[in-house]
């Protein structure tokens, strides 16, 4: 298994344009997403990454919602070093941003920092093991999008949420098209792994929630009897009074 971290900086796509078909897999990922918006609860919703303005989020009840970019958007700032204080929102999306950061650990443990206890994140990735996954064997799409991206599967992500303390609470496939020719194309095998093997999605969503931790341990249910000791003076007495039975 590779690293998360690389050495190499990686530039993520400023828009869904430079995707291919990226208007296509927009509308398929904000469909995926109309499902969980009405489910998220809160006050505040930080959407992370250049992607993230495009996606529709009116079906959220939280409405003041922030968009955080390293080059624009509401908020200007770092991924991995985000301009909020610590628990301050309800909900966090990261629409393909682990696939194309450097340091997506570093991503992940800023967005648990920010989250409040009960908060969710929403995770949208490219599956590596999938039709998409196909363009990794060739050298001529390695470099460009999304194969030049990192691509993390849905298991390694649910270990990373669950190395922080979260509970996973949907994990949804969204897309089967292997992105290398139009997504009309082909649309039979893309129905039958639909069907039949779902763990295969080119895309998947993970949304996860941030459990409280208790603040006070647990108390063990076993406890050691101990001798009860009324009066100590009483106790003296007796001991006195066993040592003149003695002699």
Same mark, same amino acid.
């Given at each position: 298994?590779?690293?998360?971290? /690389?050495? @190499?900086?990686?530039?993520?796509?400023? @828009?869904?344009?430079?995707?291919?078909?990226?208007?296509?897999?927009?509308?398929?990922? /904000?469909?995926?997403?109309?499902?969980?918006?009405?489910?998220?609860?809160?006050?505040?919703?930080?959407?992370?990454?250049?992607?993230?303005?495009?996606?529709?989020?009116?079906?959220?009840?939280?409405?003041?919602?922030?968009?955080?970019?390293?080059?624009?958007?509401?908020?200007?700032?770092?991924?991995?070093?985000? %301009?909020?204080?610590?628990?301050?929102?309800?909900?966090?999306?990261?629409p393909l941003v682990m696939d194309f950061h450097q340091d997506p650990h570093g991503v992940m443990r800023e967005a648990d920092r920010v989250l409040v206890e009960g908060g969710h994140m929403v995770v949208v990735g490219f599956n590596p093991v999938s039709p998409v996954g196909m363009g990794l064997l060739s050298?001529?799409?390695?470099?460009?999008?999304?194969? @030049?991206?990192?691509?993390?599967?849905? @298991?390694?992500?649910?270990?990373?949420?669950?190395?922080?303390?979260?509970?996973?609470?949907?994990?949804?496939?969204?897309?089967?098209?292997?992105?290398?020719?139009?997504?009309?194309?082909?649309?039979?095998?893309? +129905?039958?792994?639909? +069907? +039949?093997?779902?763990?295969?999605?080119?895309?998947?969503?993970?949304?996860?929630?941030?459990? &409280?931790? %208790?603040?006070?341990?647990?108390?063990?249910?076993? !406890?050691?009897?101990?001798?009860?000791?009324?009066?100590?003076? &009483?106790?003296?007495?007796?001991?006195?009074?066993?040592? !003149?039975? /003695?002699?």
């Open positions: 298994m590779r690293p998360a971290y /690389s050495h @190499n900086a990686i530039t993520p796509p400023a @828009n869904w344009q430079q995707l291919p078909w990226g208007d296509w897999l927009c509308q398929q990922i /904000s469909a995926g997403l109309d499902n969980w918006w009405p489910k998220l609860f809160g006050y505040h919703m930080v959407k992370l990454g250049p992607l993230a303005p495009e996606l529709n989020s009116r079906l959220c009840s939280i409405r003041h919602q922030m968009v955080i970019t390293a080059s624009g958007g509401d908020l200007w700032g770092d991924l991995d070093d985000l %301009p909020l204080q610590c628990r301050s929102v309800d909900a966090c999306l990261l050298p001529t799409c390695r470099q460009r999008y999304p194969w @030049n991206g990192r691509m993390f599967t849905p @298991n390694r992500i649910k270990d990373w949420l669950g190395l922080l303390g979260y509970q996973i609470v949907g994990h949804e496939p969204l897309v089967y098209s292997s992105l290398l020719w139009s997504p009309d194309r082909f649309l039979w095998p893309q +129905q039958w792994m639909a +069907q +039949q093997t779902p763990s295969l999605a080119s895309v998947y969503l993970i949304v996860a929630r941030k459990l &409280a931790v %208790p603040l006070t341990p647990a108390r063990p249910l076993w !406890r050691p009897k101990k001798r009860l000791i009324t009066s100590p003076a &009483a106790m003296g007495r007796e001991a006195v009074g066993q040592r !003149r039975d /003695s002699r």
